[in-house]
Every structure is written in C-alpha cells, then in structure tokens.
C-alpha cells in the first residue's frame, strides 16, 4: 500500500522555523521524484521546493529561495523541507509528492500557520 505521511506542521510566529517531515512507504522511493506543494485557502496548489530527478539538484520557487531547503535521507525513505524566516503568506496546507511517469502520490497535507 502506497502511502505518504506529512508531518511537523503547525503554528509558528513570523520569522519563526518549521521542519517538515514526509514519510514514503510502498513504493520504490529511489526512484521517484519528491516534491512539496503548498494550497492557501482560496488559492490554486503551488509547487514550493523540489528535486528536478534523482540526481539531487533542487528547484525552489521564487517566494521561498533561500528560505527553504529540501532534502532526502533514502536510508529513511523521507523527504523533508525545512522552512526558515517564515511569513505570513507562508500559511498553507503543505504536501508531499511523489512523482515516477505514469505514477504519483500525494500524501493528506499538514497545516502550516504563521502568525504575524
């Protein structure tokens, strides 16, 4: 069963760190490449930080470049995004994704809340 578990999310002041956590199980995690997602409430799913293959070279979007920084340990099969000088635009639901043509995950979301 293919499964992706976020967690570490929660409410933060401005400025303030989170680190979260997406484990992976059922599925060969090697070979996929993982992402994270972020949907604010009335806003359309934006991709924040990524693997561009399995390589290890990485994608940030522009609101988040030099704030945020993703990483993997494949021993634990997790990806993880640490978050830093965190805003309140920053507020959102983040999730996990799992990407290997014709296949994709995605995990149930963890709650982000900065507040100002």
């Known amino acids: 069963q293919v499964q992706l578990v976020e967690s570490g999310g929660g409410l933060v002041q401005a400025g303030g760190s989170l680190r979260l956590s997406c484990a992976a199980s059922?599925?060969?995690?090697?070979?996929?490449?993982m992402s994270w997602y972020r949907q604010a409430p009335g806003k359309e799913r934006e991709l924040v930080a990524a693997f561009t293959g399995t390589g290890g070279n990485t994608y940030y979007a522009d609101s988040v470049k030099g704030r945020f920084t993703i990483s993997s340990d494949n021993a634990k099969r997790t990806v993880n995004l640490q978050m830093s000088s965190l805003k309140p635009e920053d507020t959102a639901v983040y999730y996990c994704?799992?990407?290997?043509?014709?296949?994709?995950?995605w995990g149930q979301g963890t709650q982000v809340t900065v507040s100002s």
């Open positions: 059922g599925f060969a995690f090697n070979s996929y490449v």
């Open positions: 994704r799992a990407r290997r043509w014709p296949s994709e995950y």
